[in-house]
């Protein structure tokens, strides 16, 4: 992620100014049931329980964990393809937790979603033009000049050539059919954009590219996203600010600075030490967690992690943490959270 290098070193220092959340997530849950067996016990998967964050106009939120930890599950009630269990999303002061019919259609023009698969998520059958002008015609929005110029007008905003406008998915790389998606995501004029790792299949000479895609429409348009990945080092050049999920639940959030520089949750700085550093080869630095993930279909009592931590007590195991402000200025859930730098 070298390409990167250059514009890390001025958002480094950004701040982020207090303004209103444009979304407001407060306790969101989602259990999906499940039965072993054909007359088996019926149960519930825990994929996300309790969860909390904001996200404020103009800011990307990065939202990180390791596979199964509950990131898709929650990005997908955030555009409302998958009902919560219970919990509250608000959207620009409106509860739209439950919404549906007309207002459901009218709220996903303000919030859009761009998948992880570039060539899944892309209709084989239709060509880049159909797919790009999909959202504009389920709305009925004709847009000055036609569909056809305004699809055009996106293709080239995303660096593609508007004159493919008749050409299929097939006939693209794997990084072009992303920017396809991204087209399609604009199409609306979005506000808000949850970017599902967007760019984890691609090619890595690839990923600096898109992100930085990413990062000029959201200067030009002032979008707002929700960047969903597992890859710590584009989430870092990415985003404002960090949210670290743990088996469903949230464990720490912080600005950029605070996660990586001074995580206060053992998880993220598991976590972090486990990113790959030249600098570090050879070092014992690195944080080796024992044990497997729980199931989450039974979580462990108290702290989640408890069972893998290097630091749980008796208290970990009976009593689950609230996310409390730390002395490391981030907010996480543990008892004895840590107090230094990382390394």
Request: charged share 25%; with cysteine.
């Given at each position: 992620m070298t390409d990167l290098a250059d514009s890390t070193a001025s958002a480094a220092t950004t701040t982020v100014p207090a303004r209103e959340p444009l979304l407001k997530v407060e306790g969101l849950t989602k259990h999906f049931p499940v039965r072993s067996g054909g007359?088996?016990?019926?149960?519930?998967?825990?994929?996300?329980?309790?969860?909390?964050?904001?996200?404020?106009?103009?800011?990307?939120?990065?939202?990180?964990?390791?596979?199964?930890?509950?990131?898709?599950?929650?990005?997908?009630?955030?555009?409302?393809?998958?009902?919560?269990?219970?919990?509250?999303?608000?959207?620009?002061?409106?509860?739209?937790?439950?919404?549906?019919?007309?207002?459901?259609?009218?709220?996903?023009?303000?919030?859009?979603?761009?998948?992880?698969?570039?060539?899944?998520?892309?209709?084989?059958?239709?060509?880049?033009?159909?797919?790009?002008?999909?959202?504009?015609?389920?709305?009925g929005i004709e847009p000055p000049g036609g569909v056809k110029k305004r699809v055009q007008e996106l293709l080239e905003t995303v660096g593609l050539n508007p004159e493919h406008y008749n050409r299929y998915p097939h006939e693209f790389s794997g990084g072009q059919r992303q920017r396809i998606g991204i087209a399609r995501a604009l199409a609306l004029k979005p506000k808000l954009i949850v970017a599902d790792e967007p760019v984890s299949a691609l090619d890595v000479s690839i990923q600096a590219q898109v992100v930085n895609l990413l990062r000029q429409l959201q200067r030009d348009l002032g979008l707002s996203f929700v960047f969903i990945a597992h890859d710590l080092a584009v989430v870092?050049?990415?985003?404002?600010?960090?949210?670290?999920?743990?088996?469903?639940?949230?464990?720490?959030?912080?600005?950029?600075?605070?996660?990586?520089?001074?995580?206060?949750?053992?998880?993220?700085?598991?976590?972090?030490?486990?990113?790959?550093?030249?600098?570090?080869?050879?070092?014992?630095?690195?944080?080796?967690?024992?044990?497997?993930?729980?199931?989450?279909?039974?979580?462990?009592?108290?702290c989640v992690f408890h069972t893998r931590c290097w630091k749980a007590q008796e208290k970990c195991s009976a009593e689950a943490p609230k996310l409390l402000p730390n002395p490391n200025g981030s907010t996480s859930a543990c008892h004895f959270p840590e107090t230094g730098k990382l390394f």
């Amino acid at each position: 992620m070298t390409d990167l290098a250059d514009s890390t070193a001025s958002a480094a220092t950004t701040t982020v100014p207090a303004r209103e959340p444009l979304l407001k997530v407060e306790g969101l849950t989602k259990h999906f049931p499940v039965r072993s067996g054909g007359w088996g016990k019926a149960s519930v998967v825990r994929a996300v329980e309790n969860v909390s964050f904001e996200v404020r106009p103009g800011e990307t939120l990065g939202l990180v964990g390791e596979s199964g930890c509950g990131k898709t599950t929650t990005g997908r009630m955030l555009v409302r393809l998958l009902e919560p269990t219970s919990g509250k999303i608000t959207f620009e002061g409106e509860d739209i937790t439950r919404t549906k019919g007309a207002k459901l259609r009218k709220l996903r023009q303000d919030i859009q979603i761009i998948f992880q698969d570039p060539y899944a998520s892309l209709n084989p059958r239709h060509t880049v033009g159909r797919i790009v002008a999909m959202p504009l015609q389920v709305n009925g929005i004709e847009p000055p000049g036609g569909v056809k110029k305004r699809v055009q007008e996106l293709l080239e905003t995303v660096g593609l050539n508007p004159e493919h406008y008749n050409r299929y998915p097939h006939e693209f790389s794997g990084g072009q059919r992303q920017r396809i998606g991204i087209a399609r995501a604009l199409a609306l004029k979005p506000k808000l954009i949850v970017a599902d790792e967007p760019v984890s299949a691609l090619d890595v000479s690839i990923q600096a590219q898109v992100v930085n895609l990413l990062r000029q429409l959201q200067r030009d348009l002032g979008l707002s996203f929700v960047f969903i990945a597992h890859d710590l080092a584009v989430v870092r050049h990415f985003c404002e600010r960090i949210a670290v999920m743990y088996l469903g639940r949230m464990v720490e959030i912080g600005t950029r600075e605070q996660i990586y520089e001074k995580p206060a949750h053992p998880y993220t700085r598991a976590l972090l030490s486990a990113v790959p550093d030249v600098t570090r080869l050879g070092s014992a630095s690195r944080i080796k967690l024992e044990g497997d993930v729980p199931s989450p279909i039974d979580p462990p009592s108290g702290c989640v992690f408890h069972t893998r931590c290097w630091k749980a007590q008796e208290k970990c195991s009976a009593e689950a943490p609230k996310l409390l402000p730390n002395p490391n200025g981030s907010t996480s859930a543990c008892h004895f959270p840590e107090t230094g730098k990382l390394f």
